[in-house]
């Protein structure tokens, strides 16, 4: 099955989210979610050190201070989540980052993370592709979205942000588990079949 899901290491948020459609197998997701926070440059230093080399030496080179430290903090997510499934080791020694598409692991693992507004959000797990999304609900709306939007998107959405955000965390989700990025891609995800799952690519997403 393909299941989206719409400061230190104490304030890891743990839990599990079990979805079930019919006609489609139930799947256990681990959600972790946690908040943004600075780094000391002694703990930027050591998690850093615990990435694969190429990460390691890409995430360096960023200037922005908040962007290096928002991806260690989901990076450590990652790790945290992965030893709750029982993998031990080095469990971030194959993590890597496509220059399109999703990171990857090789492990038997989907994982997908997503950060707004001082919030980070790490989805994982061992039973098929997850996506997850997580945006900040503010006054966009649907009609604002025509290229992005079917018509039936924006009469369900109608003048309601927080329904424009539901319609669009979830094609956002959807692509991120489909392995695919870009607005285009969004457009191609129809959330209206069901409240309960979306279709992209001839599949539903649940």
């Known amino acids: 099955g393909q299941h989206f899901l719409n400061h230190n290491l104490l ?4 839990s599990n989210c079990v979805t079930h459609t019919t006609g489609a197998p139930a799947m256990t997701v681990s959600v972790l979610i946690t908040s943004e926070f600075a780094l000391s440059a002694r703990l930027e230093a050591q998690w850093l050190r615990d990435l694969p080399l190429p990460r390691r ?4 080179d960023w200037p922005d201070t908040t962007a290096r430290h928002r991806s260690l903090i989901g990076s450590r997510l990652l790790a ?23 990171p990857t692991l090789k492990l038997p693992v989907d994982f997908s993370l997503s950060h707004s507004a001082g919030r ?5 797990s061992m ?3 997850v996506g997850v999304d997580v945006e900040v609900v503010d006054k966009l709306l649907a009609e604002d979205f025509h290229l992005y939007l079917s018509a039936a998107e924006r009469a369900w ?11 669009w965390t979830r094609k956002e989700a959807v692509v991120k588990a489909a ?5 285009r891609e969004v457009a191609r995800v129809d959330t209206t ?14």
């Open 179 to 183: 392995s695919e990025q870009g607005l």
């Open 127 to 129: 039973q098929g592709a």
């Open 11 to 14: 304030l890891f948020r743990p």
């Open 120 to 124: 980070i959000v790490c989805a994982i």
């Open 157 to 167: 959405a109608g003048r309601s942000s927080r329904r424009f955000y539901a319609v």
């Open 80 to 102: 945290h989540g992965l030893r709750r499934l029982g993998f031990a080791g080095d469990v971030l020694a194959t993590l890597r980052y496509s220059p399109r598409g999703k």
């Open 57 to 60: 030496t890409e995430i360096g």
């Open 193 to 206: 079949p069901s409240e309960r799952f979306a279709a992209y690519e001839g599949r539903h997403w649940y």
